[in-house]
């Protein structure tokens, strides 16, 4: 019954300071856990300084930096460009950390928050796609838990799914493919004080701002806000690639994903150790 009532109250209270009109942006910061092995040390062939380096690498590689733009009714969300990173390769001994796509630095995650759907420019091994859809319902649950984050008081809200990870291992030059199924448990916490019904990536669907998710293995939060900057914000729909949905889209990184461990493993010279684990999926 409580949470009823609050859920009553807060959608409430964002009706009436949704009248407002305003534009803003909003500065994330994510990072990954990352599951990398280099198998059994004792047949590694890898020294103990270039294991770590190849770790800092994988660490820096998994925080990255991405700007929403949004105002009442839409928002884009793009990863923030840093002329100074460094390509994922570790040199001298000729090892390369590939990506499996979904990502790159022209993609562009458009949401129309009025109409619930989303345009996502994103790439796959250097191929421009253009995903278009409806935008994911997100069952919420709200809590009358709260927290800051910086200056905004922040509540809490949570959904549960289930996933279908692929693990692919590479053993002594032998792939093998394991499925597995788990329950995820997602995290938010979003702010009233910004009363727009979205958030970082995908998220939305909340009463106010979305200032942190965390899903176990990915944690996405707000740094920093601008409301009403003096720049003009634009906020456009992303055109080009090939137009796909996002069932279309999911097979084709399935496949993708699939074509590139073959080739991760027909590779000469590449030697991370008795075995490499990948984890795809989630």
């Not at 930096?65 to 884009?76: E, G, M, P, V």
């Not at 997100?138 to 809490?156: D, M, R």
């Not at 996405?220 to 996002?246: F, H, M, R, W, Y």
């Amino acid at each position: 019954m409580k949470i009823k009532l609050l859920t009553t109250l807060i959608l409430f209270c964002s009706l009436i300071i949704n009248g407002q009109n305003f534009t803003g942006k909003a500065i994330y910061k994510t990072s990954i856990k990352s599951s990398f092995s280099f198998g059994d040390d004792k047949n590694s062939t890898m020294s103990d300084d270039m294991k770590k380096r190849l770790h800092a690498r994988m660490q820096k590689m998994n925080q990255k930096t991405f700007i929403l733009y949004f105002d009442q009714k839409a928002s884009t969300y793009k990863e923030e460009i840093q002329l100074d990173a460094p390509k994922p390769q570790v040199g001298g001994a000729g090892v390369v950390l590939m990506s499996f796509g979904g990502s790159g630095n022209g993609s562009v995650y458009f949401k129309n928050i009025k109409e619930q759907r989303f345009s996502n420019q994103t790439e796959i091994m250097g191929k421009r796609f253009l995903v278009k859809d409806k935008l994911p319902e997100f069952e919420w649950e709200l809590s009358s838990e709260t927290k800051n984050i910086g200056n905004y008081t922040c509540y809490k809200a949570t959904f549960t799914k289930e996933v279908e990870n692929i693990i692919m291992t590479i053993d002594k030059g032998e792939s093998k493919k394991e499925e597995k199924k788990e329950i995820i448990t997602t995290t938010a916490w979003y702010t009233l004080q910004v009363s727009v019904s979205n958030g970082p990536d995908n998220y939305q669907g909340l009463p106010g701002l979305i200032l942190e998710i965390n899903d176990g293995k990915k944690t996405i939060v707000c740094t920093e806000i601008v409301l009403n900057p003096s720049d003009k914000i634009k906020i456009a729909e992303p055109e080009k690639g090939k137009v796909v949905s996002q069932k279309e889209f999911n097979k084709i990184q399935k496949q993708k994903s699939k074509e590139m461990m073959e080739t991760f493993k027909s590779r000469k010279g590449v030697d991370l150790g008795n075995s490499l684990n990948i984890k795809i999926g989630g």
